[in-house]
């Protein structure tokens, strides 16, 4: 019994020790429950929820305003004043004396995206006055969450020039590609020259920028377009927070936009497919030798290719960019000239998906379509692969052997000899003898008559 107890006691007593060592872990344990409400509670405010613009019903036959709530309380704030003034302009443009006609306002939203840092939302609205017919108009407004303030397009573009050339080409380039019925060539032309500031309306989605134009009437909802350009593209334009890939916190609805641009276009290339034409192609660049090539090629209004190595592109970035702002191509020759036949999966996607990638990074997203394995060596594995990455051999038909000699004038005959409608003629932008031979050999050739095109652009006709 006595054993009994002071067992008892000893469970039932513990020391003051073991008091302040219970006590302090219920403490800990309290603010661990505290926190994962907290943590709970956090997670709750990105949850959405409705709020109603209630009116006199009698006025509005027909009635339904909502708009969302997201604990967030200046976005709150802006929404519910935006929606409550377009509910008040209504309301003074109803005929009160005809309380019995159709009247109508309704205003519902879809969240395209939202993030812990953007919202973009777009409102539906469908108003008809007695007697009149229905009107149905969209609005897309994008928030910055943390800022508490709306965003326009111009609040995370870094750079308004390059991005008004980019939207620009983009655009134009793509319409014209298109060659819609629905677009008449001033029109088009009206869309090469929207800038960023034109832009009114736009959404951020997980990895791409929506755009919505109208090329007819900005104002007009009809024919409105919603254009979507993959955030990668944008690399060079926007702040880079807002190039980063972020999956909605919200299942967005949105139907698919109009367009989407998931690949800088190729510059808009005039080529008479009547004329005869010839690829001269660059290999193993880019170097310091290669902007006197490109000043050349750009003089005379003509265009080459180049096969670039990875490990170069980096380091003469400006280069590769000018390269295709000026309208040449840009392949892949391999990160660092590799003999692929020798290499194992993981090599491959180290040699080719890497240059792929340094490419994108230094253009802005420019995504090569053309891989020359180097020594034009591969094999099934090799052919396989590159066809896996979108991309497709591309060999030559005239090796001018530049490497070996170190000769302008012996590669400048070369050239010329060798010079025929269709052909794809191998160079190396790294020799100065070869960079001298093409100096002198772009301008004779234009003179002939040829039109000194790209490898994709000589693929389309020949
Ligand atoms: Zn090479």
Redesign the pocket.
Known sequence: MTRQNKSASIHHEPSLANQLLLASALVIVGICVHLFIYAIHRDDTLSVSNGYVARNETVFKNYNVVYPIFHNEKVDMMMRNDVTHQVDDFSKRVNRKNHDTDNELVINYTIIHYDARTLSIMFHKTERLSGRPTVRSQNVVTYDLQKQTRFQLADIVKDQTTGDALIGRILHDYFQHLKSESFTVSELSQLSSIGLKDIREFALDDDALIIYINPHHPDSQEGRAAISIKKDLLSLVLESTFTAVSPSLAQSTMEQPNYAIDRMPQHDISTDPNVKMLALTF??GPGNLTPSLLDVLKKYGAHATFFVIGRQVPTYAGTVRREVDEGNEVGN?SWD?ANLTRLSYAGLQQQIGSTQQAVKDATGGYTPVLMRP?EGVYNGAVAAYIASQGLRVQLWNVDTLDWLNRDSQVIYNRIMSAAADGRVILLHDIHPTTIAAATRAIPELVAKGYQLVTVSELDKYR
């Open positions: 290999d193993d020759h000239h180097p």
